[in-house]
C-alpha cells in the first residue's frame, strides 16, 4: 500500500501548469469522439433493447443487485477513510440487502433509512492527500484523471468480492453496472450535449468540480439555451 501510494504522489505530482492546465486535451479529445462513437453505435442500442425488453420493476431490481455486491468496496473505502460510522451504515446495508432483500434484488435498507453513501479508492487517495493531477480521458471508461487512473484498476483487484466470486463475476458486474448507470442517465447526459458548444469543456468542466482538487478551477462552458 505504502509503495501505491508512492506512485500516485509521483503520477499526480506531474500535474498540469498555470500555463498549461489541460496539457492532455488533444489525446483527450481523440479518446472522448471514440466514447461517443462508442455510445452512439454500442451503448445507446444495447440499453435501448434493455429498457425495451426488461420491465421496469425488474431493471429496478437488477440496478439494485448490481450497487449492492458493490457494498463491499464501498466498505472497505469507508474504513480506509477512518470513517467509521459511514463503514458502519455500508456494512449493515450489506447484511439486510443479501439477505432479506435476497441478494440485493430489493433494497431493504434504504425503505428502513439507510441510505446509500458512495465512495471508491479515488476519494481514499483524496483523502490521503494525493492530488487529482491531470484531466484524462480513458477509452470506454470517460472522465478520469491521474489520480483515478491509479484508483480504477484499484477498485478492480482490491474488490474483496472478486475474490470471493472470480474476475469472470467481478467484468460481468462492471458491464451490468455501465448498462444500468447508462440506463439511468442517458437522457440527461444527450439533453446537455446535444445543448452544449463544445462537448469536451462540457464534460471536463463538470468533472473537475466534482471530483477535481478544491483549488482546481474548471473551464468556463458556455451551453446553449434551449429552444
Not at 505504502?2 to 498549461?20: H, I, V
Not at 494525493?130 to 484523471?145: A, E, K, M, Q, W
Not at 440506463?183 to 445543448?195: F, I, M
Not at 452544449?196 to 439555451?225: H, W
Request: aromatic share 12%; with cysteine.
Amino acid at each position: 500500500m505504502k509503495r501505491l501510494l508512492l506512485m500516485a504522489l509521483l503520477l499526480s505530482g506531474c500535474s498540469s501548469s498555470t500555463n498549461n492546465p489541460d496539457p492532455n486535451a488533444q489525446f483527450n479529445r481523440d479518446m472522448l469522439r471514440l466514447n461517443m462513437c462508442i455510445n452512439e453505435n454500442v451503448m445507446q442500442p444495447v440499453t435501448d433493447a434493455y429498457e425495451f425488453y426488461i420491465p421496469t420493476c425488474m431493471r429496478y431490481s437488477i440496478s439494485s443487485f448490481s450497487y449492492n455486491w458493490y457494498e463491499p468496496l464501498v466498505f472497505v473505502n469507508h474504513v480506509l477513510a477512518l470513517d467509521f460510522e459511514k463503514s458502519f451504515t455500508s456494512l449493515l446495508r450489506f447484511i439486510l440487502n443479501t439477505t432479506i432483500g435476497m441478494f440485493g434484488l430489493f433494497d431493504v435498507a434504504e425503505q428502513i433509512g439507510l441510505e446509500r453513501v458512495d465512495t471508491n479508492y479515488s476519494a481514499t487517495l483524496h483523502k490521503w492527500g494525493v492530488p487529482t493531477g491531470d484531466y484524462l480521458v480513458l477509452p470506454i471508461l470517460g472522465p478520469s484523471s491521474t489520480r483515478d487512473s491509479i484508483a480504477e484498476p484499484i477498485s478492480w483487484f482490491a474488490d474483496p468480492v472478486t475474490y470471493l466470486a472470480g474476475f469472470p463475476w467481478m467484468i460481468a458486474r462492471k458491464v451490468v453496472s455501465m448498462i444500468c448507470v447508462y440506463s439511468e442517465n442517458k437522457d440527461t447526459l444527450n439533453a446537455t450535449l446535444q445543448n452544449s458548444l463544445d462537448n469536451y469543456s462540457l464534460i471536463r468542466s463538470a468533472y473537475m468540480q466534482k471530483y477535481g482538487d478544491e483549488s482546481a478551477v474548471p473551464e468556463t462552458v458556455e451551453v446553449l439555451e434551449e429552444e
